[in-house]
């Protein structure tokens, strides 16, 4: 069973940054597709960006002003978020996917955690 825990977020005002990280608890993480996604009160999960060892991709909202990356020793996948809009409030997940190609597709991710709320403030 894959576990991951997601840290970092808090309340920022516009324009400021933030660093989320996710950790991981399996030595097969590496093989791992990882994701970031966001639910904003009312509204469906939206995908943010994702990575593996061929590259990584992102929503058209954060591009520019997102990174994703991911430490192979420390198990861990982080989003970098400079710039911070107040439409970025949302509760982040991070989420993996065992196989395949990297995804946008919610359903196509394995195992998710708990979530981190971030809150931009105008």
């Known amino acids: 069973q894959v576990q991951l825990v997601e840290s970092g977020g808090g309340l920022v005002q516009a324009g400021d940054s933030l660093r989320l990280s996710c950790a991981a608890n399996?030595?097969?993480?590496?093989?791992?597709?990882m994701a970031w996604f966001r639910q904003a009160p009312g509204k469906d999960h939206e995908f943010v960006a994702a990575?593996?060892?061929?590259?990584?991709m992102y929503a058209d909202s954060v591009k520019g002003r997102f990174t994703i990356s991911r430490d192979y020793a420390k198990k861990t996948v982080d989003l970098q978020m400079n710039d911070l809009k107040p439409e970025d409030t949302a509760v982040y997940y991070c989420?993996?996917?065992?196989?395949?190609?990297?995804?946008?597709?919610?359903?196509?991710?394995?195992?998710w955690g708990q979530g981190t709320q971030v809150t931009v403030s105008s």
């Open positions: 989420a993996a996917r065992v196989f395949g190609r990297l995804s946008l597709a919610r359903g196509d991710y394995d195992y």
């Open positions: 399996k030595r097969t993480f590496s093989n791992y597709n």
């Open positions: 990575i593996n060892l061929s590259g990584n």
